[in-house]
């Protein structure tokens, strides 16, 4: 038998909003223009391998694989503070 949840659905639907109740913290948006401008830069200031590494991920045809954008940048954020800047504490702001 079915169990009957004691929530209604507008209250349901209302926990799940997360848009309105979430907020970015304070460095991501200009870090995310850091990478973008990194990115059409060319990845200036990495390794031979890694370029290689965003070469092959990126820009080689993979047969019906492609990175989504979030995965693309999260990558590139990961590169881009620990190779380039050399951030090695997690207090980014």
Known sequence: MARRSKT??????????LRDRLATA???PALRE????WREG??????????????Y???TDHHNFR????QREAL????????VKQIRSAKLC
């Open 34 to 37: 850091a990478v973008a401008r």
């Open 26 to 28: 304070p460095c991501v």
């Open 42 to 55: 060319g990845y200036k200031g990495v390794t031979p391998t890694t370029s290689a590494l965003l070469n």
């Open 8 to 17: 209604k659905q507008g209250d349901q639907t209302e926990m799940f909003n």
């Open 67 to 70: 990175y989504y954008d979030a």
């Open 76 to 83: 590139e954020t990961l590169i881009y503070v620990y190779e």
């Open 57 to 59: 991920w990126f820009e």
